[in-house]
């Protein structure tokens, strides 16, 4: 039984866990890991209450698709939510041995390639490969995925396909995923999307969402699923060569980080904690998606988010000016 606390994306009628379980480890996301692996990770998922499950053809090329549907066949389906992405054609590469797709950052052979394509077209056939690799006959959500350099097909052609698929109840919602905030500030406010996808740009280091984009969400009702709250691993663990939005971090970000982890640590709480109840706390947010590639790492983020942290962190952070003074604090951990 779920223990996390569930939302609606939206007017959608569906709902997400508190905590969602982003899958692009499971697809081998910079190295490899075996199928058991995999499904020990979604395992660890269901049993510490996450019901919401994020995937999509880019991860692996296909992989995480593949292994989070086999993962997930037998848990009886009206239990969970299961969003995937569409706007990347997988395309056989007739490549029989050797390369690699470490260039988009997954340690699995090159036999497909990447094709953009955002039309309607594209969209349909995009989704029904992904029904094929899941091996399930539906998926509650469809996001646009990265869209930055095709956003006039995406919005002339991608996003009516995703309405008329949402209209014939296809699919439960729908909206777009993208690791920046001023086009997801344009869907919420041009579209009729259930729910934006934002990928670490609400986080202890990167407070951009808050700026329109959160507003925005908040004022048309809504919702926003925040992303990479971790910034790609340097909020999980600050050291020396951990990443930020997937590259080695610079000097002034990693000095930042450690400065958190120090104040959080002093008043008795981990920074991994702090890290995922920031985002957790704006209204407008639904769900936080943690991307994990082991039990072992799903089991500390359930730990980690079901973990209070003292009213005394959130104040220091403000008062050191760590903190924008507009950004909502964890509501039950505040007198």
């Known amino acids: 039984m779920s223990t996390l ?10 709902e997400v866990s508190a905590l969602s379980f982003g899958a692009a480890g499971i697809g081998n996301l910079f190295t490899a890991i075996s199928d058991e692996q995999a499904y020990e990770a979604v395992d660890a998922a269901w049993s510490g209450g996450i019901r919401s499950f994020d995937t999509a053809p880019h991860y692996g090329i296909g992989l995480s698709e593949r292994r989070l549907g086999a993962a997930l066949r037998d848990r009886p389906r009206a239990e969970y939510t299961l969003s995937t992405k569409v706007g990347r054609l997988l395309e056989p590469t007739g490549a029989v041995a050797g390369g690699d797709d470490l260039a988009d950052g997954f340690a699995v052979p090159a036999t497909h390639r990447r094709v953009w394509d955002f039309s309607a077209d594209g969209v349909r056939r995009s989704l029904d490969a992904s029904l094929e690799r899941l091996g399930l006959d539906r998926v509650d959500v469809v996001y646009l995925h990265d869209l930055d350099d095709h956003a006039e097909q995406a919005f002339r ?47 202890l280091l990167d407070h951009s969402a808050l700026t329109e984009l959160l507003p925005a969400a908040q004022d048309r009702g809504i919702s926003v699923v925040i992303g990479g709250a971790f910034n790609s691993g340097l909020l999980a663990d600050p050291c020396p060569g951990a990443t930020y939005d997937y590259v080695v971090a610079p000097g002034e970000l990693l000095d ?51 973990t209070p942290v003292p009213p005394e962190f959130w104040r220091e952070l403000r008062a050191e000016g760590l903190l924008p003074a507009t950004a909502p604090l964890p509501v039950r951990q505040l007198p």
């Open 256 to 306: 930042r980080a450690l400065r958190l982890k120090v104040i959080a640590e002093r008043h008795g709480a981990t920074l991994r904690a702090a890290a995922l109840a920031f985002p957790a706390a704006h209204p407008a947010v639904a769900s936080v998606l943690a991307g994990a590639r082991s039990a072992a790492e799903v089991r500390d983020c359930a730990e980690q988010f079901a």
């Open 157 to 203: 052609e991608g996003y009516p396909a995703l309405e008329k698929l949402r209209s014939q109840g296809v699919v439960g919602a729908i909206g777009a995923g993208m690791n920046q905030t001023e086009m997801l500030t344009r869907f919420v406010r041009e579209t009729d999307v259930d729910v934006v996808l934002c990928a670490g740009r609400y986080t």
């Open 5 to 14: 606390g569930r939302r609606t994306l939206g007017r959608s009628g569906v």
